[in-house]
């Protein structure tokens, strides 16, 4: 899907030690990662602005990406196991939203740092496979919301 851009965009930061990066910072650009697919998702279903942007709010919220992550936690290798749980276990200097309740948060962040962190290793065929999946895992949740 992205993967060749997401490729040549990361070319940029290869060079980064990925262990000087705290889950947060893997976080920040793996929102954007996670905002990007599922924009591109609704652009591909032909939608107009106006709805592709309500569903896209539905789907980049703290408790659509909980469950997200919920669906395929169980797929996850321990190393990328690991990078989840360093990122839901972060402590942001900010509290969670109000309309987020704190587990779904750090949930949302543990995916999120999961998603920066492949981006930024270069593993964007394996970042491309769980993002589809978490997408399609979820799809019955955020397809019903008003």
Known sequence: MLQEALGAAHDAFAARDLRELNPLQMAYVGDTVHDLYVRSMLLARGMSVG???KQAVRMVSAAAQAQ?????EGELTPEEADVARRGRNS?????????????DYALATGLEAL?????LSGRTQRLDTLIRLALTRTEDIWQKQP
């Open 91 to 103: 402590q942001a200097r900010h509290a969670a939203p109000r309309h987020a309740a704190p587990g």
């Open 68 to 72: 997200m992550f919920a669906r395929i």
């Open 115 to 119: 998603w920066g962190y492949l981006y």
């Open 51 to 53: 709805k592709m942007h």
